[in-house]
């Protein structure tokens, strides 16, 4: 539960005051962790994609096994 | 101490504190290894020289003046009353907490048996710091002065720095009695502050020789050597441990302190002596790290000198309300953050032809003010302090957390006490031809004449027949 004063809160029964304390206590964890594995499956898809495209791109320049060597920098 | 109990309570949280330091000296590793493998070659040795002077530089101005800063500054002065003297005058009488306890002749700033606590505590507030100036410190890699680098290091370090920690972070700050101002773990007090430092001394020091094209376009120079930027940022991250654990207080009985009569609780509490626990911090500091790693990854395209700065983004966004939130509240502000963060430092590079060489004005500054600014919103209505409770502007009270509060906490972090004070100091170091070195010391490199005489030793060794 939301906390609005701490002095209150301390002076509440002690199985209420051991209780948790984040924003949205008892109503709001269900509703996270929907979030969360949205926000964990979109991250596979996006940078899944995007690690194809980069793979694409390389692939079709077909360079050498040894071409790698000429973009060594030497700042 | 006579009583066992007192005894073992006073000496768990003198050791609590005096781990935490050893643990925080990691970050000051990790900065280092940073900043030469961001830098390059012929830069590596002055780059390390100019970060570890820092270490003397703040320390003795540390023990000098910039403790007594932290405990005389709650009050403004002028802005907010004492909790201690009921005075808006700087806290420098008799009452507890006073900073003639930390002035550098008080015999509590020295071995005293009658205080186990003042040196780990001093410490632990020195350790955060190096952090800050080291923050400023990897922005202008490869074309400050060492001389410029140290008086910004001791500015940022034991003077601004702690102005804006005794007005957001202490139990008896202004902001935290006016603004409802929140921020656990520093997103504002260490980040957004020393972000905004940076920004300034940038604006004035001007970009790298070769940073930006004829017609303005922006050149990446990458790292020099990214298996020292991976192992710093890990050094980094390891420190960051020691970092949220120095942020509280261990073990503390909140009844007696808060005036309750017959109420005795024991907790883990924040910086503002509010409770939490170091379970909860754990979570949420491992969510809001994977969050702002996620994010990196994704947003950089796999880049590993971003994705790793995005952890340590994802941590700072989220710390203002660590001590709070849920789990996976903390891992979305650390994603957002990151996101907004990354954005800006390429919008702002472009823009404004700023070259932030590491990345730290995003990482730091624009993370921390975000995350500040989020924290007003996921945490409205919570109260900043456990003394009381009250309205915004009234000062005699605590506000509670609030939208706005915090907006106004992250401008007086980020550009008050960080931007204004770092572009001014710049611009006088400027003005006395002191700030940036000569151009042809940049092109030849810093370290230029130290291989010039290795190269001369080696060769002498080399050709030495006895």
Redesign the interface.
Known sequence: M??????DH??KPAEE?VGA?????GS??GL??I??II?WVG?HV??GR??SQ?LERLSRKRHGANDYKSNI??? | MTDQLAALTTIFTEFYYWVTVVLMFLIHVGFCMYEVGAS??KHHQHTLMKNTMLIPLVTVTWFLFGWWIYWAFPTGPGLAPSIMNESTALITDDSAFSATWYTATSELMAINLGDHISGVFWAAFLLFSWTAASIVSGAIIERITTFAFGILAIAIGSVFWVIDAAWGWHFDGWMLKLLGYHDAYASGVIHAIAGGFALGVLMVLGPRIGKFSSSGEPRN??P?NPWLVTIGLFLIYTGFWGFYAACNIPIFD??PE?G?EG?S?WTATNIYV??TTLSGITFNFLMSLSGGL?AG??IA??DPFWTYSSGLAGIICASAGND???P??A??IG?IGVVISYKLHYWVERKFKIDDAVGAVAVHGYAGFIGLVICGF??N???S??Y??GAMWDGTTYA?INPLGQFLGALIMFVVLGLIPGYIIAKVLNGMGKLRIPREAEIAGLDYEIMETAKDDEKAVASATR
């Open positions: 939301a906390v609005t004063n701490w002095i301390l002076n005051v304390v984040y924003p949205g206590a709001s964890e996270l962790v979030l969360a926000l991250w996006l940078t995007s690690e980069e920098t030497d700042w | 390059r070659y120079i990458g020099r909140l009844g808060y309750m109420i609780y509010t409770p996620l990854y994704w395209k796999g709070l939130y849920h996976i509240q891992m979305i994603m996921v945490l209505g919570y109260p302090s456990g009381s409770v509670t």
